[in-house]
């Protein structure tokens, strides 16, 4: 038997499919390498490259492979991008979920497990935000991956399908060997932002409001590790493999750090300066977002192992130093060619 993972060669999913494949487990993945990479994948999980919201391709694999939980990462998850482009989330997040959900009751699929967001809790009324906060998401984004949590929750109700809603809060970091880490273009992610500042690739790192009732003015954000939050869906799988009911889950560590003290931890582990430029909020921007995370410590086998700033800032740079130094060396065999 085995595990499907959609969008497993992306940036989460390609730490999770390691996290599986290191447990003893049959991953088989499909992506559409739009912002995943193949060489990220071990050579034990058979890569399909296509779309999740193709039934033909899903099934075909679902059938060939004896897949019995899915773990659905494919979709898109930047939340200025959902503001220009709301259509193009509603696509690609609720309607690939909508087509990979329905291939699954067909298939007879009874564990699932979600990608979603903190996103979904808009500007919570409460901090830390519980899983039962009220949703009211401020970006198409966070519209988007609510809607497919609530199809999900009506999809299992009707078919009997068991799942879990890892809503994440800011995912950064990268692998501890360096294997891989955060390579899309453009990224958005603040930490990746801060140490591509750090290794010269960018002339300054714009910080978004200043002006907010916080501490020292900038937006604050629970950090979660990647590895960390790869493990957390590697419970998650034992979880309903155990027979547990559907559960919502939010992935942080509980503490919450300024962008400003994002920046300066970035620093610290960097011995470098880089230029900051303040520039004003941007639309959809949530002020404070800290997990109560005492539901995942209560109901996952899941401990934390990377719950430092310093710690997820210093595997940051380390695996943007080895994309830099890759980068110079093929363009260095470029030229020589």
């Known amino acids: 038997m085995s ?7 992306g940036y989460i999913g390609s730490h999770t499919v390691h996290a599986l494949v290191e447990a003893g487990e049959n991953v088989v993945v499909i992506d559409n390498l739009s912002t995943g990479f193949s060489q990220f994948l071990p050579e034990s999980a058979p890569l399909f490259i296509g779309d999740a919201a193709d039934e033909n391709l899903v099934e075909g694999v679902i059938s060939a492979h004896g897949v019995e ?11 200025p991008e959902s503001m220009r482009d709301p259509l193009a989330y509603y696509r690609n997040n609720t309607m690939t979920t909508r087509s990979l959900l329905n291939v699954a009751v067909k298939c007879g699929i009874n564990r699932f497990i979600f990608s979603s967001t903190a996103a979904v809790y808009g500007n919570p009324e409460q901090v830390p935000v519980p899983e039962s906060a009220p949703t009211r998401p401020l970006s198409p984004y966070g519209s988007s991956k609510l809607m497919t949590e609530i199809m999900l929750h009506d999809v299992a109700s009707a078919h009997g399908m068991n799942h879990v809603v890892l809503r994440y809060f800011n ?7 360096a294997r891989m880490g955060l390579a899309t273009a453009g990224a958005t992610h603040l930490l990746k932002i801060a140490v591509e500042a750090a290794t010269g690739q960018r002339a300054k790192i714009d910080v ?3 002006d907010y009732p916080t501490p020292d003015g900038s937006c604050i954000r629970d950090f979660i590790h990647v590895s960390d ?3 957390a869906h590697r419970s998650a799988l034992s979880y309903l493999r155990g027979g547990s009911p559907s559960v919502t889950l939010n992935c942080g560590y509980g503490r919450g750090y300024s962008v400003l003290e994002t920046i300066e931890a970035v620093r610290r582990v ?21 997990a109560d995370t ?15 700033l310093e710690t997820i800032a210093r595997h940051a740079l380390q695996w943007e130093e080895k994309l830099f130094h890759e980068r110079q060396a093929d363009q260095q065999h470029a030229v020589s060619a």
Not at 69 to 79: D, E, L, Y
Not at 171 to 177: K, L, T
Not at 270 to 290: H, L
């Open 208 to 210: 978004f409001g200043t």
């Open 270 to 290: 960097c011995g470098r300066n880089f230029a900051v430029q303040y520039a004003p909020r941007r639309p959809g921007d949530i002020m404070t977002m800290i």
């Open 69 to 79: 939980s899915i773990i659905h990462f494919a979709g898109s998850v930047v939340v």
């Open 229 to 231: 939050l790869a493990q």
């Open 3 to 9: 595990v499907l993972v959609t969008g497993g060669a």
């Open 171 to 177: 995912v950064a970091g990268a692998d501890p060997q």
């Open 294 to 308: 005492s539901r995942i410590r209560g109901v996952l086998d899941w401990t934390p192992r990377y719950d430092d």
